[in-house]
């Protein structure tokens, strides 16, 4: 009898695998292992037992498997059914959900060995120079990867010597899997069994002759007396302050042994102290509405204004969930945000919380990934970004989806390109769990779900300590810069104003949603802007390494001394990023410690720690930044809150434009007076007289809400219509052209709905790729899988279109 199971390949696949098992292991396999299977001519991957069966495959012949990883599932059945769920619904393969939801290290790749063939006679006088190369290195060592092969002949190209090699049977190759996550171990030491008689010890003291050696026996003593736990090595030596030398000459002379100690990475035992939760009037009236809404509702939106104190909120929810032997998910948008919020929850939960986000590295995300596997109490509360929703949950009792109007809660790439607060949802739908968003901006699409009774709806008015809201203050660029009232990017009024924060010992934080010095430089002689070869953007200046970059391809020349076209020297920057508004900050107020939080200051793991530590113990006195400042950071001292340029989000050809305008706006002048006095706001715009901008002002979410709305009635955008984006790539203009106007009026004669394009985008080429959009644009009536199924199909056969095939298509289901 035959016996099968079904797997998933992490690869870009539609299908899943038949693969071929013997009764023993068939016995053996649970649905969520992972298995090593031979794939394609000779690799091995690690794909996912999802099904095991004995209908054997019509189509072609089950190989069998290579090997089998796991003792114990790693992946459960909720996680398998939403994976299948994200995949159909965000119209990509079910291959992209698995290799994007489990971390890297435990996707082992096979690594191609090369070995010396030892039976083969070797004639080395017939060798070339890199073959010859080659065959040495294996005189000094057994095997060789790839990648050592490329070191070794300084080319990229080796796989035709490789093959030389292989034809003349000198080497062969073989694949072999590496298990890439490696516990950590701690090593601790004990006495040895023979002190542990009294008599022998005292012995032991009055033979010691070295005084080093004897202080460490007793201080090995003090420390167990009072730890009342197992010593490390590291311990010790820290508290004798001796080398670790001499502990191991008394585990060599057999007074000490050694033993190890397996440890989480992440501990955060030490943060917890112990305190009561106690919430405001207004917060508790908050905490028993949601409590009431969950009763009826499976979601509800909370929606509080900026400092309205949410999180304390949260806290209390949580631990009512944990009390019960919940999980608990808490989602953020921005992993800089995580920082704050560890801080807080683990301040109150100590060890109970866990962190899984990209900037933790592959070890420690597979330890979250297994504890909360385990389902054990060290990962009871997990904080992540959007990843942290592939977690494999089997008793989630909550998600908290906190800012979730943020967009970077929606993936862009690579698939699955799913949007977290959503898929949340569905996730806590499988669990019977309950769903908690919160934001002072909520997102159109979920303020309406909330107020058509879809959803709960919780209001927060004030902000915690009844402090007041920031007063905020328009200053009008057009009329400044007439007035000769301006210095560089800054208005004497937001001059005036930082001098005060100054004068009062308070801090301040400028908002400029560009990064750089400055996006254009210009040769005021011909006009030439220097643009980037692969993509239709002008470079972008930043003085600190004086280099112009791209900011869509990383594509990076020197700053030109004089223009490419005319030799002209007369050149001149337009525009401004955060980086001039830092250079500038530092001529006016020079004794005053400035520091940047934007991506080229960030890319560090720590980096987000460091500035915002800085920053709340008052090293620091003024933050520039990009929208990272905008989420829901705390900083007490904060009274000024500058935005440099209000306008340059208004104008972006986006239908959301205005809704993140306001969003943005509203979260960077929440950051401003958080504790007792009152703050402020300076917006600098050009148009103050702007809707979006006055509503800002007036802190009227629902005005901006219902005007939004109107539009998106009128025009089929959500929450009315879904929108589906297809998105064509290709590096030959004409050919794209053809090809998007094909699939156009194929999807246009096969559907009922708007079909709209083929566009060009804003930005028609990255990466030397032209790009156009079709936009299909569904009624939220409509079948929404009907429609799906029909454009797959066009799809499919648009790929069987023999000279459209190398077009690539993505695409974006409810994009944002």
């Not at 939403?82 to 890297?104: E, K």
């Not at 720690?609 to 930044?625: A, M, P, Q």
């Amino acid at each position: 009898m035959n016996y099968f199971i079904e797997v998933i390949v992490p690869l870009s696949l539609p299908k899943t695998f038949t693969y071929k098992v013997s009764e023993n292991e068939f016995a053996f396999i649970k649905k969520g292992m992972r298995i090593a299977v031979p794939f394609g001519k000779n690799k091995i991957y690690t794909a996912l037992a999802i099904d095991l069966h004995q209908n054997e495959p019509t189509l072609y012949e089950a190989k069998e498997i290579h090997q089998i990883l796991d003792e114990k599932p790693i992946v459960n059945e909720f996680q398998i059914n939403h994976w299948f769920w994200i995949a159909s619904y965000y119209m990509c393969n079910i291959g992209d959900v698995y290799r994007g939801a489990l971390p890297s290290a435990l996707l082992l790749e096979s690594e191609t060995i090369i070995s010396q063939n030892k039976e083969t006679f070797v004639d080395e006088t017939s060798f070339t120079d890199d073959e010859f190369l080659i065959y040495e290195a294996l005189q000094h060592q057994s095997s060789l990867k790839v990648e050592n092969i490329i070191d070794i002949l300084n080319k990229k190209t080796v796989l035709p010597v490789i093959q030389k090699l292989i034809n003349k049977k000198i080497i062969s190759l073989q694949e072999e899997i590496q298990e890439e996550y490696k516990p950590k171990l701690v090593k601790y030491i004990r006495l040895h069994e023979q002190y542990q008689k009294e008599e022998n010890l005292i012995a032991l003291l009055d033979g010691l002759k070295s005084e080093k050696r004897k202080n460490l026996v007793l201080q090995y003593f003090q420390l167990q007396a009072q730890e009342r736990q197992p010593v490390s090595v590291k311990q010790l030596t820290e508290t004798t302050q001796t080398s670790a030398a001499i502990v191991k000459g008394l585990v060599d002379k057999e007074i000490f042994e050694e033993y190890f100690i397996q440890e989480d990475r992440v501990n955060f035992d030490k943060n917890k102290v112990e305190n009561e939760l106690t919430l405001s009037q207004t917060q508790q009236q908050a905490f028993d509405e949601i409590v009431n809404s969950f009763e009826e509702k499976e979601v509800s939106l909370l929606h509080g204004v900026t400092s309205s104190g949410k999180t304390e909120i949260y806290t209390k929810l949580i631990e009512n969930y944990i009390a019960e032997g919940k999980q608990v998910l808490y989602l953020l948008s921005e992993i800089a945000l995580t920082t704050q919020l560890v801080a807080r929850l683990t301040q109150h939960f100590g060890n109970k919380v866990a962190v899984f986000h990209s900037k933790y590295s592959n070890n420690e995300r597979v330890e979250v990934w297994n504890n909360v596997n385990q389902n054990a109490a060290s990962a009871q509360i997990i904080i992540g970004a959007r990843s942290a929703l592939f977690l494999p949950f089997s008793n989630l009792g909550l998600i908290i989806v906190d800012e979730e109007h943020e967009q970077t809660f929606k993936q862009q790439d690579p698939a699955p390109r799913y949007h977290a607060r959503d898929a949340a949802i569905v996730l806590a739908n499988a669990h019977l769990a309950k769903v908690l968003l919160g934001s002072a901006t909520p997102s159109i699409e979920t303020y309406y779900n909330a107020t058509s009774g879809k959803f709960g709806l919780i209001t927060l008015t004030e902000r915690f300590g009844k402090v007041q809201m920031p007063e905020i203050e328009l200053v009008d660029l057009k009329d400044s810069y007439f007035r000769k009232k301006m210095k560089g990017h800054f208005s004497l009024t937001l001059i005036e104003e930082i001098t005060e924060a100054f004068a009062n010992n308070e801090q301040v934080i400028l908002f400029q949603n560009r990064r750089g010095f400055s996006p254009v430089l210009e040769c005021m002689t011909c006009g030439h802007v220097p643009q980037c070869p692969q993509c239709d953007v002008s470079l972008t200046y930043h003085k600190y390494k004086n280099q112009l970059r791209c900011h869509y391809c990383g594509y990076s020349m020197a700053k030109p001394t004089n223009c490419h076209v005319c030799s002209s020297v007369d050149l001149e920057t337009k525009g401004f990023g955060t980086e001039q508004i830092e250079l500038e900050l530092a001529e006016l107020f020079p004794q005053k410690n400035i520091k940047r939080m934007d991506q080229d200051t960030t890319r560090g793991k720590y980096s987000f720690e460091k500035i915002i530590d800085s920053f709340k113990n008052r090293e620091i006195d003024v933050l520039v930044g990009t929208q990272m400042l905008a989420k829901g950071l705390d900083f007490d001292n904060v009274s000024l809150v500058g935005i440099m340029n209000a306008d340059n989000m208004l104008y972006h050809p986006d239908f959301r434009a205005f809704e993140r305008s306001f969003q943005m706006m509203t979260q960077v002048a929440g950051r401003s007076g958080r504790a007792e006095k009152r703050g402020k706001v300076i917006i600098q715009t050009y148009n103050p007289l702007h809707n979006i901008i006055q509503q800002v002002t007036n802190n009227d979410y629902e005005g901006m809400y219902k005007e939004q709305l109107y539009e998106r009635k009128i025009y089929y955008y959500p929450p009315f219509y879904r929108l589906i984006k297809l998105t064509l790539k290709h590096r030959d203009f004409e050919k794209l052209k053809e090809g998007s106007m094909w699939l156009y009026q194929v999807l246009q004669q096969n559907l009922t709905i708007p079909v709209l394009g083929p566009e060009e985008p804003a930005i028609g080429r990255i990466r030397n790729e032209y790009i156009r959009t079709i936009m299909i644009k569904m009624p939220g009536d409509a079948s929404i899988q009907g429609t799906k199924k029909t454009i797959q199909k066009i799809l499919n056969s648009f790929d069987l279109v023999s000279q459209y095939r190398t077009i690539k298509v993505t695409v974006n289901v409810d994009f944002y």
